[in-house]
């Protein structure tokens, strides 16, 4: 049994992971670790949890010790210490926040106003979006898992961008997300009152997901892409719906495009190319690791649309996280991953 | 592997029941039917089930003829005749419907305007509600599941009650429940915009489940009970919260109470007893076939006030229709359905 | 015109008193203040406000100067000392707050653990419940405004206990608030993500409201009245639903029983007793200062059953507030008050 | 007074057109109808309805009877016959529908498969989008009241198209819509359970509001604009969220752009400008009239994203619809109209 560790397990994504581990038959939850509740069990911040997971918060030290893997949820600039004492001690980390998914130090700085501490441990990171790098991921001990959007937004475009049958200029991801995506901490925004039958853009082309979604599409395209991202807070409790918008180059037609997406996606588990006619909605992703990807296209205006949808907490986050350490630990892929949506 | 089969898939307790079933270790989803949607795959009316239960909907009959257990999921008064099929036929049935929950025909008559088609078949079945009645249901091969408000009353009002801690007189149930409980159909009360943000009572006082308790507490109790029932109608998805209210016999204390609650339930996995200071929370149970009870008392009148909270769709339909079956195949009761509730 | 100020504006109840003196034809809102935003406009605080009432927020005193009305609505604790500079200066009082609800000394310290700091004050203060009170309100310069809960049960109860028709042991009031009731201080269980799909009981049979409505309907029985009072969260912005529970005197009948509340209210403008057949929903009186009623009952136990429905935030707290400054005033009672709710 | 008749009255548009016309200082209410509620009361349809408009539903004849102006709220396809006995009549005729929205009989053709059955009344039928087109509107008998979606999109654009500051080619509207917008009548995807904490797109580029908003737009830049519109339903009851994209031309700064629309809208009541930093919410128009606008700038992309907001029952339907009466009839624009939004 692999023994896991999960430093952050008090926040949302912690807190899933501490539910998808618990189910998954080769990992042993080991120890948990929270800065805010340390000594308390998870099941007193989540009653939910009640006689499911009572394992009491330690210290992030203790998880490092007692882990073969150490899965770190916490705030961006918090991780990259913590995977050196990883590295050192020889364990694999799998980090679902920001610090080691940027290969450019400047772009770090830009968006995040944070620089790499231990420029040798990025050389090692690997990007952990398995649907489109998946050989680099295997075996390996350092792991920058992707965020929800920069997860939603290449999978729906990847195929069409690698060949060549969209324009690399003009992208459009407008992006709705739930609000577990912004954390369990309280605010006035999404207090809910507030948020409740509300609906808006924030961060409008200025989001820090930005600069990693046009690294992504930029090694697929194998050059430079940018994009135009406006992400919006949908008042549902989870789900990402990406709807991206490319122009066609001339000549590429719907069935062109929906090869494209057969042979990249067409051997993929956790990827479910919808039918033509049915649109990807966050209802059916809902608690599972799947991405449901719809292809449409304006022939009026010569636009490509693609719409993705994902449970931003399982496949943007916990999920995709397992899955990269199943690859890192050499097992079947989708072990503990075979996650039944609900019908509702 | 115990081949099994579902009448009515598509209706929501139908499809809660493939989903689980889908996960059962034991158990191969044989062959479903469904009047409405013959020939379609169970994915194109859910389409969350895409890849993952694909089967298409056939007969009645084919159920039948394919499964060594028949769950029932239709609308009342259609299951006698199937039920008499599966008897002769040697098959488990265990009905989801409220055809066989009520043993006397004349409160059968006067609540569904029905009569008992088949009285022979109504002396062999028994009530599935394990946590009260699990000696009789072990082995069997009919079996009337409970419905979901008739769930949650008598678990959060039984161990005061056999212990004679609280009044038979005067017993109060007000209970508030998700739209899943409601079906499928699409009504006007339950579009969209006009049950969002609203809250009402319905049936007052007048709820086809009022006799179905009564019967629960009055096995409990060895002398008839009758309680006040309202229901109520939440604008959330799934989950039934029962406030119930009873008057306290002299000299009863929180102590007394709470030891009968955890000689009775202590046991039980399914049951989750809070701790004093919680209370009992319907986002705490959604997606799992727990039962969590909280025990409260106002000293200032004498009243004595249980709070149950269960999933309308697990513990009270097709999870615990599994558990019935679990008894009813001699399987471990827990098999299949450690369903882990999410924290959101 | 009325010069209205409002103490507290920020606060939900201040900001929807804002919004309501803003369409009285006889009001000007000559000033608002706020502790926490003094020097900022409402709508910077409210967007939905912007254009409609831009009034920046300044101090108390700056209110009282201004204002031939003070409404205050401060936490509790707070309003003494501002009521005994308004009445020194002559002004009218109402107070959204608690300070003023209590007659007695010892109720008010049990309950919120303060005492009257101005006890000459207190004798002067009414309690401003219209429907109920409304001859001691006319005229009056200091009125406790009631609290929602204490408004949703009174109402619904008071006509079968002046006549007597109902027990005045064992009545249960079960209640279903919506979250605006809470404050618009973001906490963790009314972050969105934790509230949504969720629904629970809390403060169960310990709630403040529970002595402020006892004294109410001890003075429609003309005898002391106790009763078991449960509130319950719900997941949505306004409303409250009370289900209010008594046990029949022998020989009443429901028409004695409609025949009292038609004679107590059938002249109220705010009171709507719904017909035979319905049952009272908080979305039918959202943003307006009605109270719906509807009466039941169960024959099989001889349970008196009343359901009564708010907007918490008008007839629940500022709505109430107008319509006490109207009798303060000598004004026709409903000016400013004709709110249409809204279908959907 | 004004004698207005709603044909219609008990579908989601006319129900809020009677709300809104009760409070309408110069207008009377004079009769309603409704086919499928014929003989009864509005307020049986709507209980929220009761005590403030309880009107009995008669037929479409006796409302062009009794009334000055008739609004028609009806589905596609039926008001040019009820238009043509309007205008014989000499009656003022506003059509919340789409039957004389469009100019080209061909794209009416394509679109809502069916024709011009009144060519002659088509030449006298103006387009009430009173913001852009007011001079026209004034006075006339025959108004084509825009859609939801074709009064945010065009709103949000007009001014920069008006300008040069946009390219015509590749604009995109991303928006998405309350469910009130689907009407009253239950359906399968708006039935509760299944809306509630979904969301997704409809109707990809090819909802028939497309034409219509490319006539406007056409109109505007004097010279064909195409663009691509993708619908998205929201779990919300009421609101209409434009994202809309386009790329600047060379050379437009912001503040060329800001001055732009403050010189098209700082005049406007019912157009709200949001300052630098805001962005426009649904929450903030709701139950007004109101259209929220908020500029913003992708510099990295040379991408102008314009966000609108308005109450799509209001500004979108209903409210849009008086304000048209109001021209029509030389009224001031604004005329029980002044909505204010609730905060909450």
Redesign the interface.
């Known amino acids: 049994m692999i023994q896991a560790g999960v430093v952050g397990a008090t926040g ?1 994504a912690g ?2 992971l501490c ?1 998808i581990l ?2 998954h038959p080769q990992v042993e939850l080991a120890a948990i670790s929270s800065v805010s509740f340390e000594g308390k069990a998870l099941s007193e911040v ?8 009572d394992l009491v918060c330690g210290t992030e030290e203790q998880v490092v010790e007692k882990s073969d893997v150490i899965f770190a949820a916490l705030p961006h600039g918090l991780s990259q210490e913590l995977a050196a004492k990883c590295w050192a001690a020889g364990k694999v980390f799998i980090d679902l926040g920001a610090d080691f998914r940027l290969e450019s130090e400047e772009e770090y700085k830009e968006w995040y106003e944070n620089s790499f501490t231990h420029p040798e441990l990025h050389k090692e990171a690997v990007y952990g979006l398995p649907e489109l790098f998946r050989e680099k991921i295997q075996g390996k001990k350092l792991i920058a898992n992707p965020g929800c959007y920069t997860t939603a937004v290449p999978l729906a475009l990847a195929p069409a961008l690698r060949k060549g049958y969209i324009e690399k ?2 992208i ?1 991801a ?1 992006c ?1 997300s ?3 995506g912004a954390g ?5 925004g ?13 961060k ?2 200025a989001h820090r997901h ?1 600069p990693e979604m046009e690294q992504t599409l930029s090694h697929i395209a194998d050059s430079p892409v ?3 991202f ?1 992400p ?1 807070l ?6 990402i ?1 990406a ?1 991206c ?1 490319a ?1 066609l180059k001339e000549g590429v037609t719907m069935e062109m495009l929906r090869e494209a997406y057969e042979e990249a996606y067409g051997g993929e588990y956790f990827i ?1 190319l ?1 039918k033509a006619g ?11 690791n ?1 991405c ?1 990807i719809s292809l ?3 022939q ?2 010569g ?1 490509f ?1 693609a ?1 993705s ?1 994902i449970d931003n ?1 399982v496949k943007g986050a916990a999920g995709q996280a397992v899955q990269n350490m199943n690859l890192a630990f050499g097992l079947e892929e989708t072990t503990g991953l075979k996650l ?5």
């Not at 369990?184 to 006035?188: E, L």
């Not at 809910?192 to 609906?199: H, K, T």
């Not at 039944?340 to 509702?344: G, K, N």
């Open positions: 949302y807190a899933e539910r618990s189910g989540y009653p939910a949890y009640f006689h499911m997971c200029e003009g459009i407008d709705k739930g609000v577990t369990r901490k309280p605010t006035q999404n207090h809910y009152p507030e948020l409740n039958e509300s609906f808006t853009a924030y409008v082309a930005t940018k994009l135009t406006v919006h949908l008042p549902v409790n989870r789900g719906l709807t918008y122009r479910r919808l049915q649109v990807a909605n966050i209802k059916n992703v809902r608690y599972s799947f449901d449409h296209m304006d009026r205006t636009t649309i719409v949808a907490m039944f949506p609900p019908a509702f």
